[in-house]
């Protein structure tokens, strides 16, 4: 069974970067895709920035530009970690940052929620202008 496990969220002033990492352990194989997602109070998830197995990325339009998603594999292959690396942020970029994985996204669904089938706890990201 897949286990996710962020870290690095925080408060920061606007303009400032941070950076969230997200360890998955006990899947089988790396054939997998890891993204991003967030939720401000009142708002739905949003995808932020997904990764498929042979890295293509994909992201959101605001973030472009800001955001880099990236990965690696434990040298025993037993763990991935995926980090979203955030640049120039936002106060609208306020909000828990969420880790999910699936198997067998397309390009197409990668941003999309409902792709996924394993999430993360969340880790609060908050932005201060």
């Known amino acids: 069974q897949v286990q996710l496990a962020e870290s690095g969220g925080g408060s920061v002033q606007a303009g400032e970067s941070l950076r969230l990492s997200c360890t998955a352990s006990g899947y089988p194989d790396s054939i997998y895709c890891m993204g991003w997602f967030r939720q401000a109070p009142g708002k739905e998830r949003e995808g932020v920035a997904a990764i498929d197995y042979v890295k293509i990325t994909k992201y959101a339009d605001s973030v472009l530009d800001r955001f880099t998603i990236s990965f690696t594999i434990s040298k025993d292959n037993t763990e991935k970690t995926v980090y979203l690396q955030m640049s120039g942020l936002r106060p609208e970029d306020t909000g828990m940052y969420y880790c999910?994985?699936?198997?067998?996204?397309?390009?197409?669904?990668?941003?999309?929620?409902?792709?996924?089938?394993?999430w993360g706890q969340g880790t609060q990201v908050t932005v201060t202008s």
């Open positions: 999910a994985a699936g198997e067998g996204i397309s390009w197409w669904e990668l941003l999309r929620s409902d792709a996924y089938v394993t």
